[in-house]
């Protein structure tokens, strides 16, 4: 049996096999990642460690473990299978069970001295200078709990306060290392804001570790219960301080942290300067961050931020706030929050932050919209729940116009029903009709449900059955009453194009005097044509669409900005210079209505200003602005729209084509990967050629590191795919089939490259036209495979007219322009045509050529270009100098192709 050891001995970094525990800092790490795992069990393992290759009883590790507290047996069986589940990851199988005697750990390890541990814990008392900021005092206990103390402390001459946060050996340090870590990220993200508490310091290298924060007030239970406010304040006095404590929360999710501790402890009541109340949230100590990546973005070291498994559970928390999904081992998310937030929204307005929601809570709240919003906000289903906070705040800012919309929605229910019966007669003979049909609905209904919002008092009863006549009019006397037996349109069989020009024509005619309902239909009908590749008829109903929303609702509403960036992405993937120019001109006006405060914010508005920014800088070619547009709306879906499919899909898998185009491919293909495995992005949620658009892109990322082997059968497989389901001539279908042929090229097969390369720049040509960008890169493209498989005429005639239309076209700015120019250029010189090369290399661009291919060193790569040409064209005396420099500058920093150098260097060893 082993001594007990000294409690005064030395700390010591331990290592086996990949794994290292060190002692000091409380932290295990396998593979050079932390671990999360609880303290006790980290305890256990520094007992094994002290005794390798003996066994250490059962009773040793009760009294050097868990010293002083009753426990039950199985704690130490616990502890000790969270431990073998955390060295499991490093196949480090060493902890032995010596049956009814105790445990024993096997095999050499190496230890490093790292400090001495203190003879005895800490005993905090008012009065008592703060250790390590010695010129603070304890003031007062403000809580405590297994392994941490919480203390407010002044500063004796100035009477300033602190809070200090103290883990009692090691134990919640993890939690307060997290805390320090995502109130940076709230804070280099959000800026300064009085809602959040701020962390000032920390001290996390020796004992007592502690985080030391402002201080934030009191305590909402406790500040409640002094001034009154749960009895004297009104409802929507209550409600208007809870939105501010659903504004922090929402404001945190937008940045990718979840609280996941909230609760009326957890937000403290501070005065304000104007004689209100500022609520603050705190103890982020059980938070989460949704992208772990922000943290390298933002040069924030992850102190806190650990490692778990795929499936590991996070039921951390208060019980009496924690959602059903997180008792029963699934991961916290933004909907679990917004339970939280539920119950506490209940708790406030009935007056008692301590009555559990029982059964028959309902009957507390006599508003029905309230219960309603409660009801949705703790749904025991999270798929069932509000996806947001910002829903919450929206819900909860607009009851009273709610109560006006329930009413007119009741006076449109009739109209609904007659419409459904008016669609029985079409559905046998025409189902995609129906789902014409049922598509302009959905825009009606839409439309329908934001009556209310142009209404500055509640219409009569007539009123809004005059209107739900009239969309029941369109429906079936306009669309239905021409395809039935006997209608204009039944005998012709019209098509889904068709039945989509029918509706748009009768508008103006048949809601005159209605603009929300008739910009709810044009932005129904400018999605359907946007759908269908018809991107002018899209743009024209969504200029209409924002037009009629702008007069029913105003310029700045919600509803019309955010069609009026729905039109800008329409605008964008026109594709040509005029929709390019007016699609800057609208997000200019957008951005502009929007207001700088809105759009930095975490709301509809900002996600879709982000989208529209990223597609029209994307479409562009301009691809940094266009990656910093889709982060930002990434990280707004996922707040926002977590359950949103087909809105993830479109940012994040322009993303990783913005991250392919700027030759990062070993970041693109685990974002690739990761979209592909994604549950929310199945083909059954997105479709088929979705799916087969983030096939396509891993292969581009494959043949750009040149496994093309691997690229070859995912891409054919993907454009295959996008054939058949949305045809030959496509643009997606042909975008892919370029990409097939590019892959034969860099492989060297240029029997096959060629002939898919020449289709594709011909369907091209016939169905979007010559002058089109994508027409013109396809024809730069062939010019790139005509030259290198041998046809160099053809080759270096299809690189002009692709260089030259473009800047034509597109402005001598143009990304793509500049590519082929500088390719041509090339090119040139292999031919012997200095002069016209020289000529090329004038009018090239470092900004714009950077901007296609973010690769550094363009201003030295266009020196060395010129001067080659000079040296080669016979102005050795010229071009010699700028040679030498730019080569000098290029092997520095690494940024140019060893062909290159070797052919440059070569240049200046000739005669």
């Known amino acids: 049996m082993p001594p007990s050891p000294s409690p005064d001995v030395r700390l010591y970094r331990w290592r086996f096999g990949t794994v290292e525990f060190d002692e000091a800092r409380h932290e295990l790490r396998v593979a050079g990642l932390a671990v999360d795992i609880e303290h006790k069990p980290l305890q256990v393992l520094s007992v094994l460690l002290r005794h390798v290759g003996e066994v250490v009883t059962k009773e040793e590790l009760f009294d050097q473990v868990w010293t002083g507290r009753i426990t039950v047996d199985h704690v130490l069986a616990t502890a000790v299978g969270k431990l073998r589940k955390a060295l499991d990851a490093a196949d480090e199988d060493r902890i032995a069970t010596v049956p009814r005697v105790g445990y024993r750990l096997e095999g050499p390890v190496e230890r490093v001295a790292q400090g001495q541990r203190r003879e005895t814990s800490l005993d905090f008392a008012a009065g008592q200078a703060v250790p390590g900021r010695e010129h603070f005092v304890l003031e007062r206990p403000l809580g405590r709990t297994l392994g941490s103390e919480v203390w407010l402390a002044r500063q004796p001459r100035t009477r300033d306060a602190r809070v200090f946060k103290f883990s009692l050996g090691g134990e919640r340090l993890a939690a307060i290392k997290r805390e320090a870590t995502l109130m940076r990220v709230l804070r280099d993200t959000l800026g300064e804001r009085d809602d959040f508490v701020r962390v000032l310091d920390w001290n996390f290298e020796s004992e007592p570790f502690f985080l030391e924060c402002e201080y934030g007030g009191q305590a909402l239970p406790d500040w409640a219960d002094e001034h009154g406010a749960l009895a004297g304040w009104d409802r929507a006095r209550k409600l208007a301080f809870f939105l501010r404590i659903a504004a922090a929360v929402d404001a945190a999710h937008g940045v990718g942290v979840l609280h996941k501790d909230i609760k009326p402890a957890n937000v403290l009541v501070r005065a304000r300067g104007d004689e209100a109340w500022q609520p603050c949230l705190t103890d982020f100590g ?117 109560g006006a919309q329930a009413d007119q929605q009741a006076a449109a229910a009739d109209a609904a029903r007659r419409v459904q019966r008016a669609l029985e007669h079409t559905r046998a003979r025409r189902p995609w009709v129906v789902a014409t049909i049922a598509m302009l609905s959905v825009g009606l209904l839409a439309s329908s449900a934001l009556w209310w919002r142009s209404e500055q008092q509640r219409k009569s009863a007539a009123m809004q059955a005059a209107r739900a006549e009239a969309v029941t009019r369109f429906l079936s006397d306009d669309l239905i009453g021409a395809l039935s037996p006997g209608g204009a349109g039944f005998e012709g069989d019209p098509t889904v194009r068709q039945m989509l020009e029918k509706a748009g024509k009768p508008l103006a005619q048949r809601f005159d005097q209605d603009p929300a309902v008739r910009g709810g239909i044009h932005a129904a009908l400018g999605d359907a044509w946007r759908t269908l590749g018809d991107r002018e008829r899209a743009a024209s109903h969504l200029r209409q669409a924002v037009q009629d929303y702008g007069r029913a609702f105003g310029v700045d509403d919600p509803q019309t900005l955010i069609t009026r960036y729905g039109l800008i992405r329409t605008l964008a993937y026109a594709g040509t210079p005029e929709s390019f120019a007016e699609g800057t001109r609208q997000l200019e006006e957008a951005d502009r209505l929007a207001g700088k405060t809105r759009l930095q914010g975490e709301n509809e508005v900002a996600l879709y200003a982000a989208i529209a920014r990223g597609q029209l800088h994307f479409q562009q070619l301009q691809i940094e602005p266009s990656l910093v547009a889709h982060r930002r709306a990434d990280l707004l879906q996922r707040a926002l729209r977590p359950d949103d499919a087909s809105m993830a899909a479109l940012i994040r898998s322009n993303i990783a084509d913005g991250l392919l185009r700027s030759d990062r491919a070993d970041e693109a293909i685990p974002l690739l990967q990761n979209l592909l495995a994604d549950p929310l992005l199945d083909p059954k949620r997105i479709g088929e050629s979705t799916v087969a658009g983030y096939r396509v892109m891993l292969a581009r990322a494959l043949r750009n590191l040149g496994r093309y082997s691997e690229a070859l059968p995912i891409a054919e497989t993907a454009a295959t795919t996008t054939e058949r389901i949305l045809g030959p001539d496509d643009y997606t279908t042909l975008v892919q089939m370029s990409l097939v042929a590019s892959i034969h090229d860099y492989a060297g097969d240029c029997a096959k490259a060629l002939p898919i390369a020449r289709t594709v720049r011909e369907r091209m040509a016939k169905r979007y036209g010559e002058e089109r960008q994508a027409t013109l890169i396809e024809t730069g493209n062939l010019g790139f495979k005509e030259y290198d498989c041998g046809d160099r005429a053809a080759g270096l005639a299809y690189l002009r007219r692709a260089e030259s239309g473009l800047r034509r076209h597109f402005g001598e700015d143009n990304v793509a322009a500049h590519s082929f120019r500088y390719a041509l250029a090339g090119h040139l010189v292999t031919e012997g045509q200095y002069t016209e090369a020289l000529e090329l290399v004038e009018g090239l661009s470092v900004p714009a050529l950077t901007a296609g291919d973010s690769t550094p060193g363009w201003g030295h790569r266009l020196q060395a270009l010129r001067g080659q040409i000079l040296m080669q064209s016979g102005r050795v005396q010229e071009g010699r100098p700028l040679l030498v420099s730019a080569m000098a500058a290029l092997g520095e920093t690494g940024a140019a192709e060893e062909d290159d150098m070797r052919e440059w260097q070569r240049l200046l060893q000739s005669p």
């Open 286 to 402: 059980n938070s989460r961050l949704l992208q772990p990546e922000r943290l390298a973005e933002l040069g924030i070291t992850g102190m806190g931020m650990t490692v778990t498994t795929a499936h590991s559970g996070d039921g951390s928390g208060t019980p009496l706030y924690l959602a059903p999904e997180l008792i029963t081992g699934q991961p916290a998310t933004v909907r679990s929050d917004v339970y939280a937030l539920g119950v506490l929204l209940y708790q406030w307005l009935i007056g008692d932050l301590r009555r559990p929601m029982a059964p028959g809570w309902e009957r507390d709240i006599d508003d029905p919209l309230l219960v309603d919003d409660i009801r949705r906000a703790t749904d025991g289903d999270p798929a069932q729940r509000l996806g947001s906070v910002a829903e919450l705040i929206d819900r909860l800012s607009s009851l009273a116009q709610r």
